[in-house]
Nanobody, 124 residues
Framework: QVQLVESGGGLVLAGGSLRLSCVVSGLTFTSRAMGWFRQGLRNERDFVAAISGGGRSTTYGDSVKGRFTISRDNAKNTVYLQMNNLKPEDTAVYYC?????????????????WGQGTQVTVSS
């Protein structure tokens, strides 16, 4: 059974930083790209970042480029999202997801296993 366990969310002031983690078990981690998505007040699941199975390729949503960094530690079956210079509009539930593919696509339809989500709240 595949499990994704997310952690690291919380409340932070604008300009602050948080690091999200997602530990994956029950599958061959290195063969799958990993992604982070978020769902805010608009109730749409927006793409944040993705990383290929080998970790050499990354893709970011336009609104987070230059502020967020996705990485993975394949020895620990863990993917991270380092979020710097957070803004109130980053407030959302953040979801970790496993792709069906090796490469880092930004389309949520290419991801078939999702975590439970972790709340990130940025106050001004």
């Amino acid at each position: 059974q595949v499990q994704l366990v997310e952690s690291g969310g919380g409340l932070v002031l604008a300009g602050g930083s948080l690091r999200l983690s997602c530990v994956v078990s029950g599958l061959t981690f290195t063969s799958r790209a990993m992604g982070w998505f978020r769902q805010g007040l608009r109730n749409e699941r927006d793409f944040v970042a993705a990383i290929s199975g080998g970790g050499r390729s990354t893709t970011y949503g336009d609104s987070v480029k230059g502020r967020f960094t996705i990485s993975r530690d394949n020895a620990k079956n863990t993917v991270y999202l380092q979020m710097n210079n957070l803004k109130p509009e980053d407030t959302a539930v953040y979801y970790c997801a496993v792709s069906r593919y090796f490469y880092d696509y930004n389309d949520h339809d290419r991801y078939d296993i999702w975590g439970q989500g972790t709340q990130v709240t940025v106050s001004s």
